[in-house]
């Protein structure tokens, strides 16, 4: 059973830096993605960053610059390093693992984690 359960959220100041961690049950470089999401209640969901083969990463526009996704195959887990936080990055944050690339394939997610940014 797939398992994925983000920590390191946290309330910060503007300008501050977090990093999130995904644990995941099963060895991640079975996922052909992996990646990171966030919702605000009332706003749809964005894709914050993602990891596709291990290698290419894409990220938001607007966090370009400020995070890094990366991955650790190692221990299993896939990190999301936040930098030069700001308050309109306030979210829950989930961490998803991919097994496919057709619509059917299974997305698993993780429960999310907190981030709140103070001005």
């Known amino acids: 059973q797939v398992q994925l359960v983000e920590s390191g959220g946290g309330s910060v100041q503007s300008g501050k830096s977090l990093t999130l961690s995904c644990t995941s049950s099963?060895?991640?470089?079975?996922?052909?993605?992996m990646n990171w999401y966030r919702q605000v209640p009332g706003k749809e969901r964005e894709l914050v960053a993602s990891m596709i083969g291990g290698t290419n990463t894409v990220y938001l526009e607007s966090v370009k610059g400020r995070f890094t996704i990366s991955r650790d195959i190692r221990k299993n887990k896939l990190y999301l390093q936040m930098t030069d936080l700001k308050p309109e990055d306030t979210a829950v944050y989930f961490c998803?693992?991919?097994?496919?690339?057709?619509?059917?394939?299974?997305?698993?997610w993780g429960q999310g984690t907190q981030v709140t940014v103070s001005p």
């Open positions: 099963v060895k991640i470089d079975i996922f052909v993605a």
């Open positions: 998803t693992g991919e097994s496919g690339f057709s619509s059917d394939s299974p997305h698993y």
